[in-house]
């Protein structure tokens, strides 16, 4: 049996929600699905100035029912490995 790794369930996860991104991309162009394209928007913007340093960092997420259901998907087939 395979040691289960962390770093590989969050490449599944991050590859899960990447499918499901693209998949919601695809169905937009359908009306009927629209409540599964519909994104929700999560960001974090953290700055500082400190004198001798500043920096400001924007980390923007948009996520949507499809993605959710991937990444779900996704944590399935790894713990099914």
Request: hydrophobic share 60%.
């Amino acid at each position: 049996m395979m040691k289960k790794n962390r770093w590989l369930l969050l490449l599944f996860i991050v590859l899960g929600l990447a499918g499901g991104a693209l998949v919601s991309r695809w169905l937009q162009n359908f009306p009927a699905l629209s409540f599964l394209t519909q994104t929700s928007e999560l960001s974090w913007s953290p700055a500082a100035d400190l004198i001798v340093i500043s920096y400001d960092l924007t980390l923007s997420v948009e996520i949507s029912l499809v993605s959710i259901v991937f990444a779900l998907l996704a944590v399935w087939l790894y713990r099914k490995m």
